[in-house]
């Protein structure tokens, strides 16, 4: 019976509930959006950072990974204390620079990662194998497609100029023996790695013995952040960032869109809450009389309020799993436009679904619907009966 | 004052303790940043006499062309850039902030919409017993309709104005806090003519058709009905 005539009601003028369903639909999408934008970022850059399971980083002392052009000196002798270490189960050493190939038109500069194929962490292979001889060489498509080549074939590359000389410093034939594809590179960034020892002896003595960066994967069980200190403590001319420690500079880095979400997600929740308070109210309006009979044939006050609240409800139900999929639809246009950031690596996500942002936003609504509900149900609820019903037929 | 933490350094005499001005070019949190002269930092670096970047002032705009293009052909490993190019390069992030958000206000205005419409739409609809009287005493419908489009119009363009003010003030009140945040004298939201014209011709236009639409809704109902008999 109560939901037939909370049915009944909002059947009664379609139009109306059409509109409140669309409106709360739209505010349930910005909600779901704005829920999916204030965790989104977090558990993306954390999922990326753990991708390949290395908890640490070690980078040059106050410096973060890449930030700049810094590097570790007396790095191999770094390496070999933490391969020491008990709890570590692997260690991959990156030095990074770049790498110019001569073209007709000019150079083609792309970044390059000298790391060891075995234990590295940057990238994923899509075709051919690793560069496990010195004079091999993986890139990902940008990069092949900027330099005419693909797999098998051979390049000759500098890492860098000489400008005295007029000439390239540290050329070598290199052999294409891979396409891959980077994991912390942004999208259209050309990229290239070959092995480590390849990369020193190109740059010259200086490079020697020195990494940009050391990723530290731990043995199952060892916590990262005690790790943390312990490495900090035994080697103090390093920063050890910890994935904990990366994802608050993000946070901090990405602050703006954190509040942004916080403050629009509130707005679309109180737009929504409003829509269906005001059409609540209007509707309890109309009725006042229909109201006064019932009170006066002995329908209880708390059922009726129940009847408005479930009309209340209803409304937010039905618009809750379109806003939820309309939410999608316009995050993922979202995730474009902000997947444009420079820089950025491919795989962040701005906007990443968890099905605990959509029952989070579903939540939200659904409690928002009840509240709307219960002002006017009980406000009309509690008028006296004889005066209403006499107002009602007096006019 | 040394390379590296452990070793011997140079002593260096601090000459001043400045507070960086809030800088238009930057968006970034209050950093610690030391000013050195570049040879002591070259020397400091072991970086010899190279430089990351160095800026030229020709003598009139329209030498700057010729001036790059001189470079270019001398340079080897390095390339002359226009000032006005790298702004462009650089502000790639504020541009995607930019379409990012033009395309959250696309929803908002949408959500704003359908939220004007029902509003205006219930308000109408709550006049059903004047507009039942008046129908009753021989007004015409068109006179009816009339009134009630204007009564709508009324309204949207004073919900307008208070909008626009509640707009202004937020816009304020984000302004404030960025700049505070980011330490930068950029605004981060401007109320322009062009957006207040915006919304108020579309809370005028909506609340005109909503209104309408419910008026003739309610004209076309006979009187009697409107009031429930």
């Known amino acids: 019976m109560l939901f037939t005539l909370a049915f009944a009601s909002l059947v009664r003028h379609r139009a109306r509930t059409a509109l409140a369903v669309l409106g709360v639909a739209v505010s349930a999408a910005m909600l779901l959006d704005m829920v999916m934008l204030s965790s989104g970022m977090r558990e993306s850059f954390r999922s990326l950072l753990l991708s390949q399971g290395f908890q640490l980083r070690i980078a040059p002392k106050g410096t973060l990974p890449f930030d700049t052009e810094a590097t570790i000196r007396d790095a191999d002798s770094l390496v070999a204390l933490l391969r020491a270490l008990p709890q570590v189960d692997r260690v991959s050493p990156v030095l990074g620079g770049q790498l110019h190939v001569p073209r007709a038109s000019g150079a083609v500069t792309a970044a390059v990662l000298g790391l060891e194929p075995l234990v590295q962490g940057d990238y994923e292979l899509v075709d051919g194998r690793h560069p496990m001889a010195p004079d091999e060489l993986v890139a990902n498509d940008a990069m092949l497609r900027a330099i005419g080549r693909r797999v098998g074939d051979t390049v000759t590359a500098a890492a860098g100029y000489d400008a005295q000389l007029r000439g390239l410093s540290g050329v070598r034939l290199l052999h294409v023996v891979g396409r891959v594809r980077f994991i912390y590179m942004a999208a259209e960034q050309r990229g290239s790695a070959i092995p480590l020892a390849t990369l020193r002896a190109m740059q010259g003595p200086e490079a020697s013995s020195r990494v940009s960066l050391a990723?530290?994967?731990?043995?199952?069980?060892?916590?990262?952040?005690?790790?943390?200190?312990?490495?900090?403590?035994?080697?103090?001319?390093?920063?050890?960032?910890?994935?904990?420690?990366?994802?608050?500079?993000?946070?901090?880095?990405?602050?703006y869109f954190r509040q942004l979400a916080v403050i629009l997600?509130?707005?679309?929740?109180?737009?929504?809450?409003?829509?269906?308070?005001?059409?609540?109210?209007?509707?309890?309006?109309?009725?006042?009389?229909?109201?006064?009979?019932?009170?006066?044939?002995?329908?209880?006050?708390?059922?009726?309020?129940?009847?408005?609240?479930?009309?209340?409800?209803?409304?937010?139900?039905?618009?809750?799993p379109l806003g939820l999929a309309l939410g999608l639809v316009t995050a993922r246009y979202l995730n474009s436009i902000l997947a444009r950031f420079p820089g950025l690596p491919e795989r962040i996500d701005f906007f990443l679904f968890q099905p605990a942002s959509a029952w989070t936003a579903l939540g939200l609504l659904v409690l928002s619907g009840i509240l709307s509900g219960i002002y006017p149900s009980w406000r009309s609820a509690s008028l006296g009966i004889a005066p209403t019903l006499r107002r009602e037929a007096v006019g | 004052m040394a390379a590296s933490p452990d070793a011997a350094g140079d002593t260096v005499v601090i000459g001043a303790i400045v507070r960086r001005r809030a800088d238009p070019a930057e968006v970034a949190r209050g950093e610690y940043r030391v000013r050195l002269h570049l040879s002591q930092l070259q020397s400091l670096l072991g970086y010899g006499d190279r430089v990351d970047r160095y800026a030229i002032a020709t003598r009139a705009p329209a030498a700057t062309a010729d001036a790059i293009a001189r470079i270019n052909d001398a340079a080897f490993g390095f390339r002359a850039h226009r000032s006005a190019d790298i702004a462009v390069e650089t502000s790639t992030t504020f541009a995607v902030v930019s379409r990012f958000h033009r395309a959250i206000g696309v929803i908002t205005v949408v959500a704003s919409a359908i939220f004007l419409l029902c509003i205006m739409l219930l308000k109408v609809e709550e006049r059903r017993r004047d507009v039942a009287a008046l129908r009753l005493m021989g007004i015409s419908a068109r006179t009816v309709v009339r009134s009630v489009v204007l009564e709508a119009a009324a309204i949207a363009v004073l919900g307008s104005i208070a909008g626009v003010g509640v707009g202004a003030l937020a816009s304020a009140i984000?302004?404030?806090?960025?700049?505070?945040?980011?330490?930068?004298?950029?605004?981060?939201?401007?109320?322009?003519?062009?957006?207040?014209?915006?919304?108020?011709t579309l809370s005028l236009v909506l609340g005109i058709v909503a209104g309408w639409l419910a008026a003739r809704r309610l004209v076309r109902t006979p009187p009697l009905a409107l009031f429930g008999r």
Do not use: C, W
Request: net charge positive; no cysteine.
């Open chain 2, 174 to 200: 984000v302004n404030v806090h960025y700049q505070g945040v980011y330490r930068t004298p950029l605004k981060f939201s401007i109320v322009t003519g062009d957006i207040v014209v915006l919304a108020v």
């Open chain 1, 265 to 320: 997600g509130a707005v679309s929740l109180l737009v929504g809450f409003l829509l269906v308070t005001t059409l609540m109210t209007v509707s309890v309006n109309e009725r006042i009389g229909e109201i006064a009979v019932m009170r006066a044939i002995g329908v209880r006050r708390e059922r009726i309020v129940a009847q408005i609240v479930v009309e209340a409800g209803a409304i937010m139900l039905v618009a809750a």
């Open chain 1, 215 to 255: 990723m530290v994967r731990l043995r199952p069980g060892a916590n990262a952040d005690a790790m943390r200190a312990v490495v900090e403590r035994l080697v103090p001319r390093v920063t050890v960032v910890s994935t904990t420690d990366a994802i608050r500079q993000v946070d901090e880095r990405l602050s």
